[in-house]
């Protein structure tokens, strides 16, 4: 079992960054594939970003490529998301995500969600 805590949502300006964080509980962190899915009000859930187990492979959405930047540290079980030059359309619930190797209909097979963190961008 697997329990993913979200933190560093927040309100900020359009053109500000913030950096999320996602802490995992259990020895197996290193063992799975980790992501960032966000939600928007009356929106389906979308895939932001996906990090492979070491760290050295990582995939982005069209929509935040060049803008965020996902990370992970094994020894602290931590993901991280650096979001910057945010933009109004990038207010969601941000989830993370534990699953096998990134690839296909990622979404369905992911193992475990946190429970996620509002972010809300002004313009």
């Known amino acids: 079992q697997v329990q993913l805590v979200e933190s560093g949502g927040g309100l900020v300006q359009a053109g500000g960054s913030l950096r999320l964080s996602c802490a995992a509980s259990?020895?197996?962190?290193?063992?799975?594939?980790m992501g960032w899915f966000r939600q928007a009000p009356g929106k389906e859930r979308e895939f932001v970003a996906a990090i492979s187990r070491s760290g050295g492979t990582t995939y982005y959405a069209d929509s935040v490529k060049g803008r965020f930047t996902i990370s992970r540290d094994n020894a602290q079980s931590t993901v991280y998301l650096q979001m910057n030059r945010l933009k109004p359309e990038d207010s969601a619930v941000y989830f993370c995500?534990?699953?096998?190797?990134?690839?296909?209909?990622?979404?369905?097979?992911?193992?475990?969600w946190g429970q996620g963190t509002q972010v809300t961008v002004s313009s």
């Open positions: 995500a534990a699953g096998p190797p990134y690839g296909g209909d990622w979404y369905w097979n992911i193992d475990y």
């Open positions: 259990g020895r197996t962190f290193s063992s799975y594939a």
